[in-house]
């Protein structure tokens, strides 16, 4: 991990910004000429995350540890699918992360968990669908989180960070399934309206 | 691109984004954003919602020689690297009535679709999915001018159509329009006159009954 020692914890909004661009360049050179010390860079920033995601999301350090290296496997292996257009690098990533932990927890399924980003859709409409730069939505939505009313947040939060179903944040948070989905649908109008508000 | 009516739900469109739906659920959910751009784009920011948290979560030191090991795989994979373009092959065939989420469940063709008649004007195709998951994922055949006692929807439901059309109280509901509902909403749906209303259907864990879909199938179910 020589190479990437110079990328340290990001201290603030304005090098997360950075760190994104440098993000998109990294995935640019993996797809182009299978760049290693490039994917290695990845490696150091979004290993280490996706472990502490995976461990959060109940998997224990084996597993988690597998899990990354499938995420990371991936994400060589398909560098060339990014678009800059579709989002953020680590928007990407947690794509993918999300659908390898879909797939672990199929395995009885006969089909395998397919994105819908991985399909080629009919309508050229939907290629120039998104002319927002992944960057700048990625900085609006960390601003609309933290908009969001602390009750809302935290669903939020054990949905997407402790990967719980539903029902079991409702019983966590000792409230009635209906008032977490409520709380959620509230959530994603503040977040959907601050996003197009900011942009 | 026919305008679509009916969207999914925020908390669904956040579900799916935290990847909390099930097997059933998420792929009706595809199934729409395959063809709804707006719900793509909304599903996106829950997305980025997910990056967000990635970015700035928790991190777990990984074991020693994590990277070498990784390498290792890459080059014992032989070339490894670059998207396998079976990725694009669905949807590359543009004359396809059946949206590409669903194509690998049921084919091409809308036509060959191997119905079985479960009720008077009403066929099922019924998918397997993953035993791990209690709620189920069928296609729905329904006959011109059918209608459905009017309800309210107690157990989760989300059926998006795919040809024909229905109509109730919140509007009409044709080719790509999402029935994503509350459970307090009461409606009476009705197929239109002239074409039959094809649907593709996920419902919960079955103990009673209550959506339209389901409603339709109760007779045969016997509960």
Same mark, same amino acid.
């Given at each position: 991990m020589r190479s990437a020692?110079?990328?340290?914890?990001?201290?603030?909004e304005f090098e997360l910004s950075v760190r994104r661009c440098q993000h998109a360049a990294l995935l640019g050179r993996i797809a182009k000429v299978g760049d290693r010390s490039a994917f290695e860079e990845l490696f150091v920033f979004f290993g280490p995350r996706l472990k502490g995601m995976m461990m959060k999301g109940g998997a224990d350090v084996h597993a988690a540890e597998d899990l990354t290296q499938e995420v990371m496997l991936t994400i060589w292996r398909k560098a060339a699918l990014y678009a800059p257009a579709k989002g953020s690098v680590s928007t990407w990533v947690f794509t993918i992360a999300r659908n390898l932990r879909i797939d672990r927890l199929r395995k009885q399924s006969p089909y395998a968990y397919e994105d819908i980003e991985a399909l080629k859709l009919e309508s050229a409409e939907i290629d120039g669908e998104n002319a927002v730069m992944g960057n700048q939505t990625a900085e609006h939505v960390a601003q609309a989180l933290k908009q969001l009313p602390a009750t809302q947040r935290k669903i939020v939060e054990l949905a997407f960070i402790h990967d719980m179903p539903q029902s079991r944040i409702a019983e966590k948070l000792e409230l009635p399934l209906g008032t977490v989905k409520s709380r959620m649908r509230l959530a994603y109008g503040k977040l959907r309206l601050n996003l197009e508000e900011l942009q | 691109m026919t305008v679509l009516h009916h969207h999914l739900d925020g908390a669904t469109l956040l579900r799916y984004a935290s990847g909390d739906l099930d097997e059933a659920f998420s792929v009706v959910v595809a199934t729409h954003l395959a063809m709804c751009s707006e719900c793509r784009r909304a599903a996106r920011a829950g997305e980025e919602v997910g990056g967000r948290f990635l970015e700035v979560g928790d991190k777990a030191e990984l074991s020693a020689g994590s990277f070498d090991r990784l390498m290792q795989r890459i080059d014992d994979d032989g070339a490894g690297q670059f998207a396998d373009s079976a990725e694009a092959r669905h949807g590359a065939d543009g004359s396809s009535d059946v949206p590409a989420p669903l194509r690998r469940f049921v084919g091409p063709s809308l036509k060959d679709i191997p119905w079985t008649r479960v009720a008077p004007g009403v066929r099922k195709h019924a998918i397997n999915i993953s035993s791990a998951t209690s709620s189920s994922l069928y296609m729905l055949n329904i006959a011109p001018g059918r209608a459905a006692p009017e309800h309210g929807h107690g157990g989760a439901e989300i059926a998006v159509v795919l040809s024909g059309a229905y109509r109730d109280e919140l509007g009409r509901f044709g080719?790509? %329009?999402?029935?994503?509902? %509350?459970?307090?909403i009461e409606h009476q749906p009705k197929v239109e006159q002239g074409a039959a209303c094809i649907c593709i259907v996920a419902t919960e864990a079955p103990t009673r009954f209550k959506g339209f879909f389901s409603r339709l199938l109760q007779p045969i179910v016997g509960i």
């Open positions: 020692a110079h990328l340290k914890q990001p201290a603030n | 080719p790509g %329009d999402v029935a994503d509902l %509350d459970e307090h």
